[in-house]
């Protein structure tokens, strides 16, 4: 995104950098990557990095107000409502495009966000093994707020663990050694010291939660969950079965809590008014259809990774869904074709880390990954056998340039 970095970057970049790149991130945990990463970062430019913390910022205003838990309460499906939930979240994330505005401007537009972990054990590597192989200003930084790696590593293992002893807290995942982003569950382990379960096995007492490390039955206090509920129902019958103890009065904690991923998502879309959040309409609120409507996608609530998005829908189609209550519509946004790269250019996404510690009245922005996408839509299907694509990181322009 600025000129005179992206010219520089794609001159002195070469196939043996790459390859040099690929097999340092490789060997972190040889074949543990099952996504692409790509040949380049994004320079992000300070004027665009501040719209986008100060959009997530009008964003935390709303989630901060006392009322905020009453009217999103319709989030969480009544049947996936885990007991022992806790005032705030512990991680957020909130995913932008690098847009087109009507004036031609480039511009940030939310895109979705998530109460979830995200990569944030992968992207510390990520950006050190960047640095290192490639050509990166060398002020440029992909943390925010003053942040730095050991900063940012450090409030990482303090939230995640608590009071506890690492022993005690376990990252909890549908089989995570199957996970496409398991290399980020075993640099987790590499940095907080925790123990990666499945839900499987789990072992429950009453109240208590155990699981076996390194042959002794362990006590687990807190639980940092990268279970999607959803993924859980599509589950065979005895795996489902063996969910329903989370779902017990549970002496445990949670990071992040399992309600906030329905609290902070593509639910919360339409409470929000800001110059670079799309407007969104609960489908069942929407009396009469825009005009217009072939400038709109249709998005189901209860979806992750994407799934089940309508990106060219018709009155008709619209007219015929069964559940409305369960939909939302938003207005598209045009993606601006901003990076270029030795094929032609591509798009992005940027994906902000907001961290909230217990004891604080607000979450802080920390650091970031980004997506890089030639295809229709960000993400894997609709990038296949192009290059200069897939997963990546944001370099930031510091504020004295």
């Known amino acids: 995104m600025i000129s005179a970095i992206r010219n520089i970057y794609n001159s002195r970049f070469t196939q ?41 910022e009008s964003i935390i205003d709303l989630i901060v107000d006392p009322d905020f838990k009453i009217n999103t309460e319709r989030a969480i499906p009544a049947h996936l409502k885990v007991q022992g939930e806790q005032e705030h979240p512990h991680f957020m994330v909130f995913d ?32 050190e093994m960047m640095r290192k192989h490639f050509d990166i200003p060398e002020h440029f930084t992909p943390y925010l707020n003053g942040f730095g790696e050991q900063e940012y590593v450090e409030l990482f293992k303090e939230i995640v ?14 089989f995570p050694h199957q996970q496409k982003t398991r290399i980020d569950f075993y640099l987790t382990k590499d940095i907080t010291g925790i123990s990666i379960v499945c839900l499987t096995e789990l072992i429950q007492e009453g109240r208590k939660l155990y699981y076996i490390l390194n042959g002794q039955k362990t006590e687990i206090r807190r ?41 902070i998502s593509k639910f919360t879309l339409p409470f929000l008014h800001h110059p670079h959040i799309p407007e969104t309409f609960f489908l069942n609120e929407v009396t009469q259809l ?8 249709l998005k ?30 938003q207005r598209k946004v045009k993606y601006a ?5 030795p094929d032609g250019p591509a798009k992005a996404e940027i994906r902000i880390f907001y961290f909230w510690k217990n004891g604080v009245a607000r979450p802080i922005a920390i650091n970031n990954l980004a997506r890089i996408s030639k295809g229709k839509m960000i993400g894997v ?9 897939g997963g990546s990181l944001c370099f930031f322009e510091p504020d004295e340039m």
């Open 16 to 56: 043996e950098k790459y390859q040099a790149f690929l097999k340092d991130m490789n060997a972190l945990h040889p074949g543990a990557i099952e996504f692409r990463l790509a040949e380049t970062p994004v320079f992000v430019p300070g004027h665009f990095r501040d719209k986008m913390l100060a959009t997530c």
């Open 96 to 127: 932008f495009g690098i847009c087109e505005n009507e004036a031609g401007d480039t511009e940030p537009q939310l895109i979705e966000m998530q109460g979830f972990p995200s990569l944030f054990a992968f992207q510390v590597r990520h950006a």
């Open 161 to 174: 663990e608590g009071l506890h002893n690492p022993d005690q807290v376990v990252l909890l995942e549908l």
């Open 223 to 263: 639980i940092y969950n990268r279970i999607i509920f959803e993924e859980l129902l599509q589950q065979t019958e005895e795996v489902q079965n063996k969910g329903r103890l989370l779902f017990s009065d549970l002496d445990v904690e949670w990071v992040t809590h399992p309600c906030w991923f329905y609290r």
């Open 290 to 297: 825009p005009p217009d409507i072939g400038n709109f996608v």
């Open 300 to 329: 189901p609530l209860f979806s992750f990774s994407g799934h089940g998005v309508c990106l060219d829908i018709t009155t008709k189609e619209v007219e015929n869904i069964q559940d409305p209550e369960n939909w939302i519509l």
């Open 337 to 341: 074709e901003i990076i270029d790269t």
């Open 381 to 389: 299907d609709y990038n296949k056998n192009k290059t200069w694509v």
